[in-house]
């Protein structure tokens, strides 16, 4: 019997959330993906913080069209696609100050999901950069990835604002599978707390089990790069956050490895979600 | 009383055929049993005439939208006005079954039917609905004082400034003797005060005259209550609601727009989404 493969790169998508804003969640998956692309393998960046989108900011890139333009007819992905470095590392930048797009509505994320499904396709990994916040579109992304990447800070108020994201997508969604970062954590020892606080929190009173992706330790190194706006894989490739990073990266692509049939078979990204009609 | 035209008219084919679709729609979807064709149950013959479709254009149309099962009885020129003569008849009591004869705005009951399609459709939707209730304040004495015929025309210029002040599609209705309503689809209180009171302004502007030449205006006071579609809630309650409202108005000395409390504001958060406190305290507790 044939079997259709729907996914022949066997892409791997994978959304980046926080709840709160402010965590450092853009620059890891832009870190991420540079630490992907070192290790050889393509990659797309997709901004999907609609509204209040900062990738081209942090890559002092100023792209001419960005994914709301998408919408439009007539514009293909690759017209809107930014290539970051050579042999598949590109970004799809999204358009920052236009308020009706935070929430998409049902119909423009048909639309736009039809439009990219091909695009996405030719990369081994595709990252999705979702906004801070839970609104429709966060939600939306958030479950139509194959993973998620949960960034949270020690903070209380980053580890409450994670927590009611994971909460509403798995008790109102289905989505049982998170893995976590923490991310701006002083030392081991903090990171270890902060993911046991969350993780313990989850297991308790949502029957979850998270998975602990690792940590990435402050590091003034960041701060420089973003000021240079240049990922901080490229402005300090041995710091101290830089190597975490690599250290993300490298699980992320195991997992990948280890799962390249289940992906074969699935879609990239997967249906979206049906809305509520009661 | 126009006669029919000799020329068969494709314009009156498509009016033909979208009524058969809706009383189709409606006897197989509400009442499926209608739909069924049981034998014993009670027949009934439905006949609507169409000017302008002949016998080659029905069988045309018979056959391209297998409406095949439908009888169809070419009238000649003797039966057609007499049978005209019904169909107007039974439409303009069509039309008083839900317009008010004085003023021709909805009436109560048509009033009622779209108050409850809105109040679904808001449940549904999760799209406001506000229903604004008015009355005109001291009527009794407008009556008394300039006379029936001067009351009269109050009520219509009321109607005829609602109609104008209100958007196209919200309907304009009077519920009483001199009590009116306005149903706004889409909008809360904010929106539908600001509505509200821009008629209310309108109106205050109109100039009447009484039987003895006296120049007088009139005012009127409203209650408004929205309802976003989150709690369970029937006509009568928002009716309530609204009521209370324009009582309210008319206390704190008429002529004025007054809202209702919201009765579902205190519904919009999902309870199995929130973060509670033992839950925060798990999370950053000491």
């Known amino acids: ?278 | 009383m126009p006669m029919p035209e000799k020329k068969p008219d494709p314009a009156a084919g498509t009016a033909l055929l979208a009524d058969i679709a809706a009383l189709q729609q409606a006897l197989c979807g509400q009442y499926s049993e209608a739909c069924s064709g049981r034998n014993g149950s009670p027949t009934l013959g439905v006949f609507r005439l169409f000017p302008g479709v002949d016998l080659s254009l029905w069988s045309r149309l018979s056959r391209e939208h297998g409406l095949s099962h439908w009888l169809t009885l070419p009238l000649d020129e003797q039966a057609y006005p007499h049978l005209a003569l019904y169909q107007d008849a039974l439409e303009r009591l069509t039309y008083q079954t839900d317009h008010d004869p004085l003023t021709s705005l909805a009436n109560r009951r048509s009033f009622e039917r779209t108050l409850d399609l809105e109040i679904e459709r808001a449940r549904r939707s999760r799209v406001p609905v506000s229903l604004a209730l008015l009355d005109l304040d001291d009527f009794k004495t407008v009556n008394d004082t300039h006379g029936h015929p001067a009351g009269d025309l109050v009520l219509r210029r009321l109607a005829e400034v609602l109609e104008q002040g209100k958007r196209r599609y919200d309907l304009a209705a009077r519920i009483g003797g001199e009590e009116f309503a306005l149903v706004l689809s889409g909008v809360g209180l904010v929106k539908s005060a600001e509505i509200l009171e821009r008629i209310l302004e309108s109106f205050s502007t109109v100039r009447f005259e009484g039987s003895g030449g006296e120049s007088f205006s009139v005012t009127f006071s409203v209650g408004i209550a929205s309802y976003r579609g989150n709690v369970e809630l029937a006509v009568p309650e928002l009716v309530s609601l609204a009521d209370e409202a324009l009582y309210r108005a008319k206390r704190l000395g008429k002529n004025r727009v007054t809202v209702a409390p919201l009765p579902d504001v205190d519904k919009v958060a999902n309870e199995a989404t929130l973060v509670h406190a033992n839950e925060k305290k798990f999370l950053f507790g000491k």
């Open chain 1, 1 to 278: 019997m044939r079997h259709e493969m729907t996914n022949v790169n066997r892409t791997l998508s994978l959304a980046v959330l926080s709840g709160k804003g402010g965590v450092g969640k853009t620059n890891l998956a832009l870190n991420v993906g540079y630490a992907l692309h070192g290790a050889g393998h393509s990659l797309l960046l997709m901004d999907c913080d609609l509204g209040l989108a900062n990738l081209d900011v942090l890559l002092g890139i100023s792209p001419e069209r960005n994914l709301q333009d998408l919408l439009r007819d007539g514009v293909r992905p690759r017209d809107v696609v930014v290539a970051l470095e050579q042999n598949g590392l590109d970004v799809l930048p999204a358009a920052s100050g236009v308020p009706e797009l935070v929430e998409m509505d049902e119909d423009m994320q048909g639309l736009l999901f039809q439009k990219v499904t091909d695009l996405v396709g030719r990369y081994q990994f595709l990252l999705l950069d979702l906004g801070a916040g839970i609104n429709r579109t966060v939600l939306s992304f958030a479950q139509t990835a194959r993973h998620r990447l949960v960034v949270v800070t020690p903070e209380p108020t980053s580890l409450t604002d994670s927590y009611a994201v994971i909460k509403v997508l798995a008790t109102q969604h289905g989505v049982r599978d998170f893995w976590v970062v923490v991310n701006q954590a002083a030392d081991v020892r903090e990171a270890r707390e902060t993911f046991k606080r969350l993780s313990m929190a989850c297991k308790n009173f949502l029957d979850l089990d998270l998975t602990d992706l690792g940590f990435v330790r402050q590091d003034p190194t960041l701060t420089e790069a973003v000021r240079n706006q240049t990922p901080l894989l490229k402005f300090a490739p041995k710091s101290d956050a830089a190597r975490d990073i690599i250290s993300l990266a490298v699980k992320v692509e195991r997992f990948r490895s280890d799962n390249l049939d289940a992906l074969a078979e699935g879609d990239i990204l997967g249906r979206l979600p049906r809305p509520k009609v009661d």
